[in-house]
């Protein structure tokens, strides 16, 4: 059974960094895609970063291109997301998820991923 336990949220100001974990236990990761995903109260849950298991296809939104930065260390079984220059609306729940399965095409999809985190909040104040 694969687990996924994320950390690394907090409150923050706007600009300040925050730089998210996410530990996968029973499974190595080499061989998943890694993912993270947010979600805002009363929105859906949408689609932030994505690596595949190799490192070298990975894919962000648009609203975090340039500020964020996905990153894994298999010898850690533990996937990181970067967030620098944070502003209030990437204030939401961050998911980490995961999955051996996906096409380059469908990594910015949800429904591809078998696997999620419990999530961890990051609050960014104006």
């Known amino acids: 059974q694969v687990q996924l336990v994320e950390s690394g949220g907090g409150l923050v100001q706007t600009g300040d960094s925050l730089r998210l974990s996410c530990a996968v236990s029973?499974?190595?990761?080499?061989?998943?895609?890694m993912a993270w995903f947010r979600q805002a109260p009363g929105k859906e849950r949408e689609f932030v970063a994505a690596i595949k298991w190799n490192g070298l296809t990975i894919q962000y939104a648009d609203s975090v291109k340039g500020r964020f930065t996905i990153s894994r260390d298999n010898a850690k079984n533990t996937v990181y997301l970067q967030m620098d220059r944070l502003k209030p609306e990437d204030t939401a729940a961050y998911y980490c998820s995961a999955d051996g399965s996906i096409i380059n095409s469908a990594m910015r999809l949800s429904s591809q991923y078998a696997y999620w985190g419990q999530g961890t909040q990051v609050t960014v104040s104006s």
């Open positions: 029973g499974r190595t990761m080499r061989g998943l895609t």
